[in-house]
């Protein structure tokens, strides 16, 4: 009997009915959820191609955190594999009084060392949908990254209605293993990572195992590995579905479309949304969204999902994924051709999008009307000493031996480069449509220090690459803070008109926010959170090679540090029984 | 000018030249010998087969330390890589006074984290053959590895004459990355490594591209590649040739032979040997040899040096070098077919050769009569929750987070584990012939304890693994000292009548012997040099599945440590200004 309904009820709607359970029997006080993760290597077939995979608890994606807005997670995350450190960060949420919680290496703490279990405990304060994954080296790509899925407290309700819920991770996937990549990236002459083999829709792709230019194995290849069979969404006629849709992809900016339905946009990055109806959802590296989907077509068939690499020339086929009408089979194939999604190069759909989304009546945010500081941040390719690295005013980051959240709580001497970051670059002289006239730029460990409680304006500037009539899109997501998206452009900033353009009605907040080809991007935050936050480009390569800029605000604020932070730099010592 | 005589002068002699003259202008003062070293990957093709190797300054094997006896050794090492720990041992290198300079991780330090540097700072205290390598997880095995060279005092000479010499380095090596091959050993089911695609001569094999099942692109596989030219030995007719060999395999006992010639066996891991005449010299990973070399056949031709597989059924080729006679072209191929080398599993020509080292006349260093202690090490192959390790007396080890020499010095509590470790195992009910009837050990970082200056015999008994009539050779390396090597046998070791065929009056000192399948070594040692050792297998999957044990001896005697060792474990603290 217990076998018979156990068939009837799929794993998902299962994992989905759990999850309300657990927060039917939730009580007024906010609970601590514990979660106990190994990370390690482990071969995996997620696009048929079997590869080494990072993984938590035998998992890539890893467990997905299913918790309610004030309760506080701690995950124990232990260490397993053979000679690499890991940390892990946790994407969109604020860490407040928690900065070495935020897992980001080199800058709230010292990589987790083989063997060693750290422990990560910080509050889940708003609801939403976040991510977690590798801050360290290029171990994202490698496998190791997750969801968090926050419900809202008890007694309160969301301002849109749906009847179940589904989440939906993607990324990009390579073959080669991240060591040849990063290898590559690090080398003289440089050599770019490529276009990723295939996209996944919760960890499943398909690899076309005879497309490869030298003979595979079936051993290495497999396409009816189960583990490459395609992700099923299930929908019952007629009822409409949540769906939180995220990506954390390595390289590529995607659009994720379902056939023949249409997606109500209502969250970004945990910020309720002025609804908002799309074909497509572009989706940026970082982001996270909740789309609501009627399942209001013909119910005697299924239908293709659809994801697709934009903002760059593809060569990556199409990641599929089946919307599953119920009572019909989910192996029953769609009749059709799985939508290819827009074309690669039309900015002016995905910037439209961008403009679309606004904060929700009712939950608006009103920015402060003015900004104690102005920072313009010029994104470019550039080289240093031969290598090829991104820069933003020409200065890339590297980070340092000891982690800044310890140097500057302990005032550290020497720690990382005093030399002041620069707040804007020579724009009058600037031409962003050409490779750069000098390409040398400079590595620094050094920091922008904010006042605390001030109100920062960051100015994204992009530019030509190193190659003629090239410029990339970039999402940066930044730590530690939610931020208006006030303002977005084509070509170069005018910084006497543009701000007057800037939304301050009605801003969307985020963590992650595209720059597109060419173009700028504005936005605003409160330096309100004491501690050390890393802002950077989620392109994991783009990371890789010094994208990012850190902020420091309060540090004196902080509470003591535990010494699981430490070990590295300047932070080695015997600590006495 | 200077041009034509540089072509006249081959490289390895120019090499020898400087080594020469370096040694003519140095003072009765001991020098201290700075190198920088940087580790990081990159793609070699040593055996014509591309794959990312681990290289100091970009080479594998990396420099080679040449020093005189006093000298103090510095090396920086930088760590590159981009998300891997390192540590380097100095093999051979009794670490007096600077047991935090061993380089084993886990026992004399931490690792050492990517982007920083450690300093060792060491002297070589002894005249002879040495090496180094790395000495965490299976990283020697990605080929950080290397020779140390110490030349005797100013004033005093060898007692053995050439005319020049070389230094040969042989290793085995593997087309699966590290990380694939550490992977399969910590899997359930267990995946062996498997047998070498290729030996190396001085980091030189043919692997043979087409041989693969698999089809290889030249851009992988290309044997025109001049990386993979064999090493050239290139001797003048008539004279006399010291040759340094040494192993680092991963996994494979050796044997070297020069088509043609006899080598006279004159030293053993720095100690001077009566000579004795071998036609094949057998080599077990981390053992070093001096042979000398007489050039005193048909100059008209050049000759193979050849190394195969020993004490385990082969399936690599022969690795193969060229003895060059001048005034013949180095590319001229010898017109014969390489010596294959004595077959496999002639343990009993292997044993004679260990049998036949004796400490040379003039040089023995009587061993103490008899020992304070006794400990009896029985070597399996186990299970640990369902794990295939290795173990002494069952107990196998697992590296503690704080290393040992910390923990021990600073009477850190709880930082291993402080069960005794058996000082024998069930010896009357054992039956070393079969597969052990439990398979089932336990994983322990507990250690011994050795009091300080007592002498202390190891008895190194070998049994079946878990595959029946099975037992493999294992070449036992001991950190910190050099030990008597007193007896073998075959079968089971008798505490009551072996001892008496004990070898006292002129037995060798090494620092590291073979252990034959079936039977038992005898060793014995002073417990005399203050710190924490690591008493090993040498074969890297073996030590990496814990067949170690470790020795502590007079810890409170050791000097302050440097905090650079610290930084894991309970050795994390910031560390003020």
Partial sequence: MVNSLMQRVNFVTLCAL???ISLLVSTVEARVRHYRWEVNYEYKSPDCFKKLTMTINGKSPGPTILAQQGDTIVVEVKNSLPTENTAIHWHGIRQIGTPWS???????QCPILPGDTFIYKFVVDKAG????????????????????LVAVPDGESEPFIYDHEHNILLNDWYHKSTLDQAEGLSSIPFVFVGEPQSLLINGRG????SSSSISITEEVCNTSNPQCSPYILSVT???????RISSLTSLSALSFQIEGHNLTVVEADGHYVEPFVVENLYVYSGETYSVLLTASQDPSRNYWISTNVVARKPSTPLGLAILNYSPNSPKKMPPTIPPPGPVWNDTASALAQSLAIKARHGFIRTPPPKADRVIVLLNTQNKVDGYTRWSLNNVSLALPLTPYLVALKYKLPHAFDQTPTPENYDSADYDIY????????????GIYRLDFNSTVDVILQNANTLTPNNSESHPWH?????FWVIGFGDGKFDIENDPKKYNLVNPIMKNTVPLYPYGWTAIRFQADNPGVWIFHCHIETHFYMGMAVVFEEGVDMVGDLPSSVMGCGQTKAFHGP
Same sequence: chains 1, 2.
Avoid at 129 to 148: D, K, N, P, V
């Fill in 129 to 148: 949908t976040f991510l977690y994954h590798a801050h360290y080296g290029m171990q994202r790509e490698a496998g190791l990254f997750g969801s968090i």
């Fill in 18 to 20: 759990c999850f309300l």
């Fill in 206 to 209: 398909k690899f076309n195992c």
């Fill in 478 to 482: 930044l730590h530690g803070h939610n």
């Fill in 102 to 108: 935020d897992g980001a290496e080199g800058v709230s």
């Fill in 434 to 445: 050409s490779v750069p006239k000098n390409v040398n730029a400079t590595s620094s460990s």
């Fill in 237 to 243: 006629p007629r009822k409409t579905y949540r769906l």
